[in-house]
């Protein structure tokens, strides 16, 4: 017993101490038991509060489906999904982009989140976009002026399909970039513009072209600055005329839209009068450099050397003749109509008094009433008449059409001589539908129709397809080695020739590095109207 006591003498007092600590566990629990209650009367007031916002802020409106303007509903979606996503950052991720699907019509969007809207400013401007969002506006704006596309028609697309730039910026950066070309009004009655300096377009084309030709020598060489004018019927009832120039030493440039640089344009009748109270002052300018001879570019004094261009009706009206149907009609000779077909043996005579024109004769003669040969006004451009070449283009389309309704008329020919022998039942037109397939294997589309009358009755008039200059330098190429398949043994000899002479001159023409020599064109020339005035020339004849 002794040593049992002696063993737990202490028991008392540990049994003490023990309930001493689970006293103080116990008031320990009550109280965490109490904060918690406390956080949670917070949380619970939080939750009704949130639960009354989200009462308040619930979308009650139509399905995107329903709705005319998507923009503006699915970006109250976007700015939702943005507060439900707050937990987001925690996780370290950072909200792009949205991709949903409307459940009524399966129409997918694509919703881009702008994470850094409260650094840009109110109404975002162009200017203010960045590099990459700018670049891709000027590649939509490039597409609309490529095709056409007119600023509704954009406006509506972008307003249904999110994703696109709002059109205001599409048109904020036209309008910057309109800013860099000067464009004026014309003077006058005349609508149209131009622009405000000729002389200083004419300085950036060379500027520019100096910059990529620094072996230029501007000492020696001279800067060939060609003027050109076309008009072209847009409607029935309006007509535009367009000025323009190119500098010749870019060579195949020249030809394409990125060589040439437009001076102004009109909205007018072609005529002396329109060009000159339309284009008055552009020329006066442009008289002043010719006369000069000479332009300050960067300082420096670059020798230039001017030309005109365009088609033949452009050119007798810029040096004040009449028209092509009248007594004389060539620009650079007074021959007769009646003896332009009467081709010596030399060129030589129509290029040297009396026969030969002169820009210092024609001024003359357009004072007088009588033989003035047909020298009705001045010439609106002082540019020697070696300086004037009619264009290529133009010429070759001219004749083409000529040829080809010729060709079709010897086709419709044959067709009534021979069908006149078949049997009913049996085909008819049968040169004709040949003719129609040999240009289809050459791959032009081509077609030709009998016109109607007012009653529906045939006319016995023709129409065709009206092909573009392309489509004729491949038929000009490829069509005479296939005339034989649709023409007559004893004409198509004849036809094949004069074929086959004017695409020989054309490739003369069109050649870039011509021969010097006007023999090595004058006599092809000869001998093709040779050709024409021939009796083998019977039934296609000009």
């Known amino acids: 017993m002794q040593e049992w006591k002696a063993k737990f003498k202490n028991l008392e007092e540990e049994r ?35 639960e009354k916002a989200l009462e308040n802020t619930a979308y009650k409106g139509k399905e995107v489906s329903e709705v005319k303007n998507k923009t503006r509903t699915l970006n109250c979606f976007l700015s939702k999904v943005e507060m439900a996503l707050w937990f987001a950052t925690s996780f370290g991720l950072q909200l792009d982009s949205l991709s949903v699907k409307e459940l009524g019509t399966g129409i997918l969007h694509s919703l881009q989140v702008s994470n850094n809207t409260k650094e840009k400013p109110q109404g975002s401007k162009y200017q203010n976009l960045s590099q990459d969002e700018k670049q891709k506006i000027e590649q939509i704006l490039f597409l609309l002026d490529k095709y056409c596309v007119g600023d509704a028609f954009y406006h509506e697309l972008s307003m249904t399909f999110n994703g696109l730039p709002r059109s205001y910026l599409v048109k904020q950066c036209q309008d910057d970039l309109n800013k860099l070309c000067h464009i004026e009004p014309l003077q006058g009655k005349y609508i149209g513009a131009k622009v405000s300096s000729v002389k200083s377009l004419f300085q950036e084309h060379i500027q520019d072209y100096l910059n990529q030709n620094p072996s230029y020598n501007i000492n020696d060489d001279k800067i060939k600055i060609k003027i050109n004018g076309d008009g072209a019927r847009m409607t029935r009832n309006s007509n535009f005329i367009l000025l323009s120039f190119s500098i010749l030493q870019t060579e195949e440039s020249v030809m394409s839209a990125k060589g040439n640089r437009t001076i102004a344009i009109v909205n007018g009748s072609e005529s002396y009068q329109t060009l000159q109270e339309a284009f008055g002052e552009i020329f006066e300018d442009i008289n002043n450099m010719i006369s000069s001879g000479k332009l300050t570019v960067n300082d420096k004094e670059i020798n230039t050397e001017f030309f005109l261009g365009g088609d033949y009706k452009f050119i007798l009206l810029m040096l004040g003749l009449k028209g092509a149907t009248s007594n004389y009609a060539c620009a650079w000779c007074k021959v007769q109509k009646a003896d332009r077909w009467k081709i010596g043996e030399s060129y030589i005579p129509y290029n040297m008094p009396p026969f030969a024109r002169s820009l210092e004769e024609i001024c003359k003669m357009s004072s007088q009433s009588k033989g003035n040969f047909c020298c009705d006004k001045k010439p609106l451009l002082n540019i020697e008449l070696d300086h004037i070449v009619v264009g290529e283009l133009h010429l070759m389309l001219r004749v083409t059409d000529i040829l080809m309704k010729n060709l079709i008329n010897e086709c419709l020919n044959c067709d009534k001589d021979d069908d006149l022998n078949r049997k009913k ?7 004709l539908r040949k003719l129609i397939q040999v240009f289809w294997s050459c791959g032009v589309s081509f077609d030709v129709w009998e016109l109607r009358n007012a009653d529906g009755k045939a006319s016995g008039k023709y129409d065709w397809t009206s092909l ?51 023999s090595i064109f004058f006599h092809p020339s000869q001998g093709m109207g040779t050709r024409l005035s021939s009796t083998e020339w019977q039934k296609g004849g000009l």
């Open 16 to 50: 003490e101490k023990m309930y001493e600590e689970m006293v103080g566990v116990i008031n320990e629990n009550k109280r965490v038991i109490k904060e918690l209650q406390e956080s949670n009367k917070e949380l619970e007031v939080y939750a009704s509060t949130l």
């Open 425 to 431: 039942g049996e085909p008819q037109g049968l040169h």
């Open 468 to 518: 573009l200059g392309t489509d004729k330098k491949i038929i000009l190429e490829e069509l005479p080695d296939k005339m034989k398949t649709f023409l007559h043994s004893d004409t198509s000899d004849a036809i094949i020739k004069v074929w086959k002479g004017f695409g020989n001159l054309y490739k003369i023409v069109n050649n870039w590095a011509p021969d010097e020599d006007p």
